[in-house]
């Protein structure tokens, strides 16, 4: 199984562009998750789907993210306007169901300048 | 915030077994413990969990007391490799919350 994968792996972008990251799950896990890491909060829960459906998105700082799940192959996160704060090391997670043990991508490292 | 408390860092000898202890008093009965690990810039690797019994795979050995209220995470023999955070977490078994809540970790260095 290839894993978790993630892209783009690096992101380097200018304040007020949109960035969108992407993530593709385990085959036939139902549950998919974005977390977000700083060296201020450490790691931290942005949202999560079951079934494709947002389940909590209470973790998503503010209006300016936004994460979809089309299917049970691919989710996206995406940011709008980016501003500088936004850096951190993104990361993307499945589970077979929510309860049960969580797999994580490699991450995307956003840096906006 | 995290329902668990670990030493913030731990140093190992290579070869020799590590044991990263975790406090966890408020923990209730159908909540697990959970161990993850993240190696520098790479995303958090999922080592082992337990419920109420000690449990063994081919990575690591958890030991749950019997009250629950603590854990030990053990390396048998670590390697240089092992040198990462590593993330004791309570994760309830119930209902549809899912979300992994981590702490700040033990930094664990295996020295040569």
């Known amino acids: 199984d290839a894993g978790v994968i993630q892209s783009p792996r690096h992101e380097v972008t200018e304040m007020g562009q949109e960035v969108t990251l992407r993530c593709k799950p385990i085959?036939?896990?139902?549950?998919l998750f974005w977390y977000r890491q700083t060296m201020m909060r450490g790691l931290e829960l942005l949202i999560y789907?079951?079934?494709?459906?947002?389940?909590?998105d209470s973790g998503m700082p503010e209006d300016r993210f936004s994460a979809k799940m089309p299917n049970a192959s691919f989710s996206t996160l995406k940011i709008q306007p980016s501003e500088p704060r936004d850096s951190a090391v993104y990361f993307c997670?499945?589970?077979?169901?929510?309860?049960?043990?969580?797999?994580f991508g490699p991450g995307t490292r956003l840096l906006v300048l | 915030d995290a329902k668990t408390t670990q030493p913030p860092s731990m140093d190992c000898a290579e070869g020799r077994a590590a044991n990263l202890p975790c406090n966890h008093s408020?923990?209730?009965?159908?909540?697990?413990v959970y161990w993850y690990r993240q190696i520098h810039s790479q995303g958090p690797q999922y080592i082992i969990h337990?419920?109420?019994n000690n449990e063994t795979n081919e990575m690591a050995s958890l030991i749950i007391t019997e009250d629950r209220k603590s854990s030990t995470l053990i390396l048998p023999h670590a390697t240089l490799r092992d040198t990462a955070v590593y993330y004791c977490i309570v994760l309830s078994a119930l209902g549809s919350q899912g979300n992994l809540i981590f702490g700040k970790g033990t930094k664990l260095s295996v020295k040569p």
């Open positions: 408020t923990i209730s009965g159908n909540e697990y």
């Open positions: 789907f079951n079934n494709n459906v947002p389940i909590d």
């Open positions: 085959s036939g896990h139902n549950s």
């Open positions: 997670a499945s589970s077979f169901r929510s309860q049960e043990t969580q797999y």
């Open positions: 337990g419920l109420k």
